[in-house]
């Protein structure tokens, strides 16, 4: 079936520094989401992305859509402590099911 | 406000009994997920339904079962069956895959 590989699978950052992460698929994507869980609670969508080299922003969030169709980016800047948590990709194939794929995670932890 | 219920927050039960968690959701959705959140694994799909009295098995539905009599409600239940049961499970619901899932805030189960 269809998997996600998202990277890093954790990151430890200084607050004010840029995080960079990323999902790759196997096969096409016909949307794209980023999700962030912050402990004890259940994801919530940050940005959906619809389209090809899609560049889409969310205050200090940006995500790309993959020109390949295959992956997807999420920038976050100048990260603050209320960041950590785990963020999620998430894709839909658009095929006979169409249940969203996600991805593993990527813990991020901010020290202030 | 619309939103999405699982109850209750904590859960803990023996071994070998039957536990049964809730989900309700008053946004009107047609399709509701259930999903168990390992650490480091990331979301697992157990079952889904796309409409009342339908539903599907997800890739870890073994040990588990649901139903939905209901729009609003698709409650799980975690049965003996289930070999290693203790997990943070997530339920969802959805509109346009397309357009994400929304999640609940989530049950931890404990088996001792």
């Known amino acids: 079936g269809q998997q996600l590989n998202q990277s890093p699978q954790s990151m430890f950052i200084q607050e004010g520094e840029d995080v960079s992460m990323n999902c790759t698929s196997s096969?096409?994507?016909?949307?794209w989401l980023w999700y962030k869980q912050d402990p004890g609670e259940g994801p919530v969508l940050l940005i959906a992305?619809?389209?090809?080299?899609e560049l889409t922003s969310n205050g200090r969030l940006t995500a790309q859509f993959g020109i390949t169709r295959k992956d997807s980016f999420l920038n976050i800047s100048a990260s603050i402590p209320s960041d950590v948590g785990i963020y999620f990709c998430?894709?839909?194939?658009?095929?006979?099911?169409?249940?969203?794929?996600f991805g593993k995670g990527t813990k991020l932890s901010v020290k202030p | 406000d619309g939103g999405i219920t699982q109850s209750p927050k904590y859960l803990f039960r023996k071994e070998g009994q039957n536990v049964t968690l809730s989900c309700e959701q008053n946004?009107?959705?047609?399709?509701m997920y259930w999903y168990r959140q390992d650490p480091g694994q990331g979301l697992r799909l157990i079952y889904y339904?796309?409409?009342?009295?339908?539903?599907q098995k997800g890739d870890i539905a073994e040990g588990y079962s649901v139903s939905r009599e209901k729009k609003e409600s698709f409650p799980l239940t975690v049965t003996s069956a289930q070999k290693n049961p203790t997990a943070f499970y997530l339920c969802?619901?959805?509109?346009?895959?397309?357009?994400?899932?929304?999640f609940g805030s989530g049950t931890r189960l404990t088996v001792v």
């Open positions: 969802a619901s959805s509109i346009d895959r397309r357009a994400g899932y929304t």
């Open positions: 998430a894709g839909q194939g658009g095929g006979s099911q169409g249940n969203l794929i």
């Open positions: 096969s096409i994507f016909n949307t």
């Open positions: 992305l619809y389209k090809a080299g």
């Open positions: 339904s796309q409409i009342v009295n339908d539903f």
């Open positions: 946004l009107n959705h047609d399709a």
